[in-house]
């Protein structure tokens, strides 16, 4: 007897290729790519500031902590759940951030991306330069088609930066952050895809 059909709810609507592999995502003056075990140490000498975790889930305490991170990011990306760029801008060959895509749900594309760049690299054009082709990505080579980001509303540069590629705020998710004893409101930010694609075609200064 065949199997019935029960339409998309039930069978992953996400693209799989990604999964044996990112690939390099080629920017003006950088290249996103897979992490690699050898970037535990860059990774942390430029995000374990207070300046860049401040409003951010703590990042691993040490190198060994950001070694294990890799390869549970690895894993996860075999899994289909999880995709982690390494930022390497054209004069290094170390990482100096991450951007990242968690699929929350994938019969529904819908993922949850975060970033976070060494505090030098801000203000340089590197986070747009970065999201444009992570955004691509998304919606591209992963299928998705709801991007969503928490970014607490104290976190101004953040939130700035969100903007930036047209993301809108849905909600405020009161208190929904503890760091440090502190419980924050954040701002739940998504992009859908047909307004990424919609925004590529009608302003093309604004997001290429
Ligand atoms: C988030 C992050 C990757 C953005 O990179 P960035 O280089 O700082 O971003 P940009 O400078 O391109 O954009 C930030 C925008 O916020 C604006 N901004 C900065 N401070 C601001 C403030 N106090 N109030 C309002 N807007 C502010 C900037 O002016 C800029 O917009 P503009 O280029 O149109 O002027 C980087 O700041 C970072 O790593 N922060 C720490 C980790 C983090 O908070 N991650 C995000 C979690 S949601």
């Known amino acids: 007897m065949s199997q019935p059909t029960f339409g998309p709810?039930?069978?992953?609507?996400?693209?799989?290729?990604?999964?044996?592999?990112?690939p390099d995502?080629?920017?003006?003056?950088?290249?996103?790519?897979?992490l690699q075990v050898a970037d535990a140490g860059a990774l942390f000498e430029e995000l374990n500031s207070d300046e860049v975790s401040r409003f951010i889930s703590p990042p691993p305490a040490n190198v060994a902590g950001f070694e294990r991170f890799i390869r549970w990011a690895q894993a996860e990306r075999v899994g289909g759940r999880y995709a982690c760029f390494a930022v390497v801008p054209e004069s290094r060959s170390a990482p100096v951030g991450i951007f990242q895509i968690r699929v929350l749900d994938?019969?529904?594309?819908?993922?949850?991306?975060?970033?976070?760049?060494?505090?030098?690299?801000?203000?340089?054009?590197?986070?747009?330069?970065?999201?444009?082709?992570?955004?691509?990505?998304?919606?591209?080579?992963?299928?998705?088609r709801r991007l969503e980001a928490r970014a607490c509303v104290a976190n101004e540069r953040g939130t700035g930066a969100l903007r930036k590629p047209g993301a809108v705020c849905e909600a405020v998710l009161?208190?929904?952050?503890?760091?440090?004893?502190?419980?924050?409101?954040?701002?739940?930010?998504?992009?859908?895809?047909?307004?990424?694609l919609f925004l590529k075609s009608v302003s093309r200064v604004a997001v290429h």
């Open 9 to 22: 709810r039930w069978s992953s609507i996400v693209s799989e290729g990604w999964r044996s592999g990112l």
């Open 25 to 34: 995502l080629q920017a003006a003056s950088l290249t996103l790519r897979e």
């Open 106 to 144: 994938p019969h529904q594309a819908t993922a949850e991306w975060g970033f976070a760049l060494g505090s030098s690299y801000w203000g340089t054009g590197m986070f747009m330069a970065s999201a444009r082709r992570v955004i691509d990505f998304a919606f591209g080579q992963m299928g998705l």
């Open 174 to 196: 009161h208190q929904s952050f503890e760091r440090d004893g502190e419980r924050l409101d954040q701002g739940l930010w998504t992009i859908l895809r047909e307004d990424w």
